[in-house]
């Protein structure tokens, strides 16, 4: 199924920050900048990279992410590193297995969701407990 990059958009927007742990409680995202969410400030690349990967294996999508999205962040180190990952503090690494969901399900792909389960930690920093949905 076709969806524009808007309706993807509005669609993780809807899964993602309604768990969201910098949600505050007027339902607003409670970042100082709410314009700084690594996940919707690289949007479109993050799209795409979903969208490229073929998939059942979170682990191939954590691979797209890294190279499809992180190479363009300003908060990646030179050496592939990142301190907003290690500290939980990135929305899009945080909440990766809820994205990759949203993304799949809007466009007509249900990925096998014990497959997911059984590699929930792979690749990822600890997430909060909200994250996990699966
Ligand atoms: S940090 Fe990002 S994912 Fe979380 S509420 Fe704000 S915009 Fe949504
Ligand atoms: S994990 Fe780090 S480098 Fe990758 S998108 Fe998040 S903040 Fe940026």
Same mark, same amino acid.
């Given at each position: 199924?076709?969806?524009?990059? +808007?309706?993807?958009?509005? *669609? &993780?927007?809807?899964? &993602? %920050?309604?768990? @969201? #742990?910098?949600?505050? +409680? +007027?339902?607003?995202?409670?970042?100082?900048?709410?314009?700084? @969410?690594?996940?919707?400030?690289?949007?479109?690349? #993050?799209?795409?990279?979903i969208?490229?990967?073929?998939s059942?294996? *979170?682990?191939?999508? $954590?691979?797209? $992410?890294?190279?499809?999205? @992180?190479?363009? %962040?300003?908060?990646?180190?030179?050496?592939?590193?990142?301190?907003?990952?290690?500290? &939980?503090?990135?929305?899009?690494?945080?909440?990766?297995?809820? #994205?990759?969901?949203a $993304?799949?399900? +809007?466009?007509?792909?249900?990925?096998?969701?014990?497959?997911?389960?059984?590699?929930?930690?792979?690749?990822?920093?600890?997430?909060?407990?909200?994250? #996990? $949905?699966?």
């Amino acid at each position: 199924m076709e969806r524009s990059l +808007a309706e993807l958009e509005s *669609i &993780v927007r809807s899964w &993602v %920050c309604h768990v @969201c #742990v910098e949600r505050n +409680a +007027a339902g607003d995202c409670g970042l100082e900048q709410p314009s700084d @969410c690594s996940l919707f400030q690289l949007f479109p690349h #993050v799209a795409e990279a979903i969208q490229s990967v073929k998939s059942d294996d *979170i682990q191939d999508y $954590i691979e797209a $992410i890294r190279r499809d999205v @992180c190479t363009f %962040c300003v908060d990646r180190a030179f050496d592939g590193s990142c301190q907003k990952r290690q500290q &939980v503090r990135c929305a899009l690494d945080a909440y990766m297995l809820l #994205v990759v969901d949203a $993304i799949e399900e +809007a466009t007509g792909k249900t990925l096998e969701r014990r497959r997911l389960g059984s590699e929930r930690n792979a690749g990822s920093q600890e997430r909060p407990e909200s994250a #996990v $949905i699966l």
